[in-house]
T-cell receptor
Framework: AQSVSQHNHHVILSEAASLELGCNYSYGGTVNLFWYVQYPGQHLQLLLKYFSGDPLVKGIKGFEAEFIKSKFSFNLRKPSVQWSDTAEYFC????????????FGQGTELSVKP | NAGVTQTPKFQVLKTGQSMTLQCAQDMNHEYMSWYRQDPGMGLRLIHY???????DQGEVPNGYNVSRSTTEDFPLRLLSAAPSQTSVYFC????????????FGPGTRLTVL
């Protein structure tokens, strides 16, 4: 069965530190990739997505992610985090031609210390 | 557009009780889905629907029923609540086409005693 793995369950950083959250998926075919963010007490919001083309995608709030097909990875990055980035981050994969179903990773909780 | 709305926001049930979680969207999306969110497990798909009258099971369907009589509404029914169903439930609808972006509701926090 297809799965999505996020390596870090909880990451603690100081403001201005750089961020990289890992995401790997297990499926050899065509996929669409997403990162969602959930701020405390709120619902999930889309950060960025990859469908095709340039494997480096830029999202909102200075986030970016790079799709490396050979590594089945879609890691999320931000050069300098802010306290307001404290949230839970979810990687998700949609298998091409399997309708709108998303497979989510376990989530990574990010805490940014001011 | 209100987007995806869910009611109630909070609910406490006793074991064995039944209830329906409501979900509605005003974006005319065909695809809708229900997830449960549990610590350390991400979001797991319970049921989904590709259009009015069509539903299918997701990863964790046991103990839940759904129906889709209209494009707008996609209620989730708990037939006989169990403590293992204590969770946060999210409804989502998906924009069609290549975007396939999912829009999430605000969630329902359910506690089963």
């Amino acid at each position: 069965a297809q799965s999505v793995s996020q390596h870090n369950h909880h990451v603690i950083l100081s403001e201005a530190a750089s961020l990289e959250l890992g995401c790997n998926y297990s499926y050899g075919g065509t996929v669409n990739l997403f990162w969602y963010v959930q701020y405390p007490g709120q619902h999930l919001q889309l950060l960025l997505k990859y469908f095709s083309g340039d494997p480096l995608v830029k999202g909102i709030k200075g986030f970016e992610a790079e799709f490396i097909k050979s590594k089945f990875s879609f890691n999320l990055r931000k050069p300098s985090v802010q306290w307001s980035d404290t949230a839970e981050y979810f990687c998700a994969v949609k298998i091409y031609n399997q309708g709108g179903k998303l497979i989510f990773g376990q989530g990574t909780e990010l805490s940014v210390k001011p | 557009n209100a987007g995806v709305t869910q009611t109630p926001k909070f609910q406490v049930l006793k074991t064995g009780q039944s209830m329906t979680l409501q979900c509605a969207q005003d974006m005319n999306h065909e695809y809708m889905s229900w997830y449960r969110q549990d610590p350390g497990m991400g979001l797991r798909l319970i049921h989904y629907s590709v259009g009015a009258g069509i539903t299918d099971q997701g990863e964790v369907p046991n103990g839940y029923n759904v129906s889709r009589s209209t494009t707008e509404d996609f209620p989730l029914r708990l037939l006989s609540a169990a403590p293992s169903q204590t969770s946060v439930y999210f409804c989502a609808s998906t924009r069609p086409g290549t975007s396939n972006e999912q829009f999430f509701g605000p969630g329902t926090r359910l506690t089963v005693l």
